[in-house]
């Protein structure tokens, strides 16, 4: 009972602070650009070709190519089904608040398609609120089964938006080795005027020799640690955090909100 009135009071103080966090994210800041090229990156100009995409097309999840992804407890909350929908041209994947049920969403291709190198990039819009974060990852079936990056896989991190650390500040990631000695490349900032506001499109151009990160086709990093080489599977989340505080300035509901995801590929 004392958790549900801590969670209750919680949802009086989130409701009351959505529009709070939104005017304090609107204060004047010097533009932003922090891409190491400002040349825009074209995947078709340099010998790519689609390979495979969604265009959230129809009323429902098109589930010969995404599956809800993990549905059940995650974090201080749960994936809940509901809170995954397709209208309007638009995937969306929501974060709310339902009585004593704080819920998140995911969807992923684990079932459906798995592959090796690429460019990955989905078009969509950022969630408003702090707390909760959009993610677009993808994720090796074995990375709990060894240390070796090239024969286990690694989680890519392609984008998470935690606008806590600024409305136009994203951060990208490579981890490998899940478990003891876990590893990761480290934190990767990217900072990008209007990031917040519509639409943008975010990418990874995963190669045998490198990761490059790209936000609306600018490179912000490239790197070549905890590179995977074996097939591996795209992820599309909106988190939930670990305690209770870091929601406390969050909105709900709350949307990530994505009109597509396409795949390119050289032939081999």
Known sequence: MKNKWALLILVIAISLSCQTNNNQNNKDEAPTNTAISQEIFDPLKEGYKLYWEDQFQGTELDTTKWKVR?????????????MVKVEDGNL??????????????AV?????????????????????????????????P??????????????????????????????????????????????????LE?????FHTFALEWTPEKYAFYIDGLKFHEISVGLSHIDQYMILSMEIPATLEGIKNACAPDTFMVDYVKVYKKEK
């Open 108 to 140: 992923g291709t684990y079932e459906t398609f798995n592959t090796t190198y690429g460019y990955f990039e989905c078009k969509a819009k950022l969630q408003k609120g702090i707390g909760p974060w959009a993610a677009f990852w993808m994720q090796s």
């Open 194 to 198: 209007g990031l917040s506001e519509g």
């Open 142 to 191: 074995l990375i709990s089964d060894g240390e070796d990056p090239a024969k286990y896989g690694s989680e890519i991190d392609i984008f998470e938006y935690f606008k806590g650390a600024g409305k136009d500040h994203m951060t990208h990631c490579v981890h490998w080795a899940y478990g003891p000695n876990q590893k990761s490349c480290g934190q990767l900032n990217s900072d």
């Open 70 to 82: 993990g549905t059940g407890p995650r974090r201080i909350g749960y994936n809940d089904p509901s």
């Open 92 to 105: 969306l994947l929501m974060y709310d608040i339902k009585r004593d049920s704080i819920m998140g969403s």
